[in-house]
């Protein structure tokens, strides 16, 4: 049974910073590229950030994250992370961590609210 729960969102004003991480389970994480995706209200589900297999890991961000956003993750702990720096309100959005491509199964997700 595949099982993705995110931690570590939160308020936090603009310029500022979060760190978020997800535990993974029920799925050979390590031979799974891994992304995280977010979703603000009336928007579609984006991915923000992705990571290849390996321990070098070759990441991937969409103009809109890239310098301030970094991916890593630690294939022992079946954890990926999302370091978020320089954070702007329209980075609000519920923050989800899965598979590229995504598994079927999605966590609850992580708020992250940025206050101007």
């Known amino acids: 049974q595949v099982q993705l729960v995110e931690s570590g969102g939160g308020l936090v004003q603009a310029g500022g910073s979060l760190r978020l991480s997800c535990a993974a389970s029920?799925?050979?994480?390590?031979?799974?590229?891994m992304g995280w995706y977010r979703q603000a209200p009336g928007k579609q589900r984006e991915l923000v950030a992705s990571?290849?297999?390996?321990?070098?890991?070759?990441?991937n961000y969409p103009d809109s994250v890239k310098g301030r956003f970094t991916i890593s993750r630690d294939n022992a702990k079946k954890t990926v992370y999302l370091q978020m720096n320089n954070l702007k309100p329209e980075d609000t959005a519920v923050y989800y961590c899965?598979?590229?491509?995504?598994?079927?199964?999605w966590g609850q997700g992580a708020q992250v609210t940025v206050s101007s």
């Open positions: 990571i290849t297999t390996g321990g070098g890991g070759t990441t």
């Open positions: 899965n598979a590229v491509p995504s598994l079927t199964s």
């Open positions: 029920g799925f050979l994480f390590s031979i799974r590229a």
